[in-house]
């Protein structure tokens, strides 16, 4: 049963990204690459309700994690997963792209969101060079709707550090066409972007392996 629950994981991870899991799922997760028989999920929820989030377990001192009954190994695993993804970020940022024209973005966005049977809404975030800095699905919706919060899209910009954004997502039915409520959804994120001083490039849609701009279109 347990292997089962692991196995099922993996595969929803592969499907979804990890964007909307649970902080005590995340946790789980991390935890079954050093503990194969121990029930990662109840000592992720003990983790999570004694440190308080999953960024302050990772924080959490060695000692302080081992009196829930870790090993050395899976203490240090926890402490250093933060440096290993600040490495990544860094590795990424030295080779990412440059996004100065509508062309570069559109497959940069058909590159990222692929050819998915949900519609899922995506932030790209850049430097001032407009250099990628980072690509996160904030929202996943149905096959015909998805549901944006702006708190999410300026968290997403702000946790990198973006002095720019790009946004984008998809239409699994295959138009290109801005539906009403794309436009709609595209005027209140540029707005809650500038009151925190971060400018909105362009939203791409994705549909098929092609995009379109709204600011081609000339609806931004």
Known sequence: MAEGHRQRMRERFYKEGIDNFEPHEALEMLLY????????????????????????????????????????????????????GNYYLQSRANGTPVLNTPTAMGNYAVSKIGER??????????????????????????????????????????????????LTHNHPGGSLIPSNDDIKLTEVLCKMFKSIGISVLDHIIVANGRFSSMQERGLM
């Open 33 to 84: 690459f050093v503990l194969p028989r121990r029930d990662t999920n109840a000592l992720a929820h003990s983790l999570i309700d004694r440190f308080g989030s999953f960024h302050s377990v990772l924080e959490a001192d060695r000692e302080d994690l081992k009196k829930f009954g870790l090993t050395e190994t899976t203490a240090a695993l926890l402490n250093m997963t933060p440096a290993f």
């Open 117 to 166: 049977t949900i519609e899922v809404f995506g932030i790209i975030s850049l430097t001032t060079q407009m250099r990628c800095i980072n690509f996160e699905i904030i929202e996943t919706g149905t096959v015909s709707n998805t549901t944006v919060s702006p708190r999410k899209a300026a968290e997403a910009a702000l946790r990198c550090g973006a002095t720019t954004v790009i």
